[in-house]
């Protein structure tokens, strides 16, 4: 079933929330990022599916984003409230409510779902890209604080 498909039938474009989870993928201090189609850079991750666990979002959004198989995840933060409000350009409307997860814990070979990214690829932690989607970079930088904690 596609949840967001769902929501819109019964609700038009009135403001929603969704829920979703992105992970910070990294190694050797540098984090994978997906080039989105909206022309972003961003964390891997996506809206829940309905009943979907925020864990088994973020690993379903990493192999189909990126072919990948992602374990051991951990928390970083979360981001929502009315900062996260967002209106795409066919006017639907939503608050996106959404955890945001960790893991150095991952196995495949990277392979970029075209329809959904121009391309996927690590960056070093000091020398991330511009353009980043706001929410992800503010998480990000809580993963980063946390790092330069231990």
Not at 29 to 34: D, F, N, R, V
Not at 40 to 51: A, Q, T, V, Y
Not at 121 to 138: A, E, G, I, T
Request: hydrophobic share 35%.
């Amino acid at each position: 079933m596609n949840y967001i498909k769902y929501m819109r039938d019964k609700v038009g474009t009135a403001p929603i929330n969704l829920s979703g989870a992105v992970t910070i993928i990294h190694r050797d201090k540098q984090i994978l990022l997906q080039h989105r189609k909206n022309g972003k850079w961003g964390l891997i991750g996506g809206i829940s599916e309905l009943g979907e666990s925020l864990e088994d979002t973020a690993k379903r959004e990493a192999y189909e984003e990126t072919g990948l198989s992602i374990q051991n995840l951990k928390l970083v933060a979360t981001h929502s409230g009315r900062e996260a409000f967002i209106q795409v350009d066919n006017g639907d409307q939503f608050y996106s409510v959404t955890i945001c997860f960790e893991t150095s814990d991952f196995s495949g070979d990277i392979c970029v779902d075209l329809e959904e990214s121009y391309e996927v690829n690590f960056f070093d932690y000091d020398d991330l890209p511009d353009h980043m989607v706001k929410s992800h970079l503010f998480m990000i930088n809580k993963f980063l604080e946390k790092c330069n904690e231990s």
